[in-house]
């Protein structure tokens, strides 16, 4: 079994910041697996907003972002800590949604972002 918990959503007015940690538990070796950020908006598919691969990889840590929060988010990870972040700076009310962390085929319940003045 494994787990997924997000944190660190909340209320944030327009140009604010947020970040979102993900600590990920039992069976599955962290810093082996690329980790992905999601989100949902009401009435919206879920979309990819970032992954981060395995630190310890050909691919070293490579990041990735969706165009619309490119310059604005930073994802990184902690393998000691077996976390995710998700930095938000510059939030925008388009960034507002559900945001979900994710493994393989393992998801977190998500944490919900409200962007509003």
């Known amino acids: 079994q494994v787990q997924l918990v997000e944190s660190g959503g909340g209320l944030v007015q327009p140009g604010g910041s947020l970040r979102l940690s993900c600590i990920v538990s039992?069976?599955?070796?962290?810093?082996?697996?690329?980790m992905a950020w999601y989100r949902q908006a009401p009435g919206n598919q879920r979309e990819l907003v970032a992954t981060i691969t395995p630190a310890d990889g050909p691919a070293d840590g490579r990041t990735n972002y969706t165009g619309s929060v490119k310059g604005r988010f930073t994802i990184s990870r902690d393998n000691a800590k077996s976390t995710v972040y998700l930095q938000m700076n510059n939030l925008k009310p388009e960034d507002t949604a559900v945001y979900y962390c994710?493994?393989?085929?393992?998801w977190g319940k998500g944490t919900l972002v409200t962007v509003s003045s």
């Open positions: 039992g069976r599955i070796i962290f810093q082996l697996h690329t």
């Open positions: 994710n493994t393989i085929k393992y």
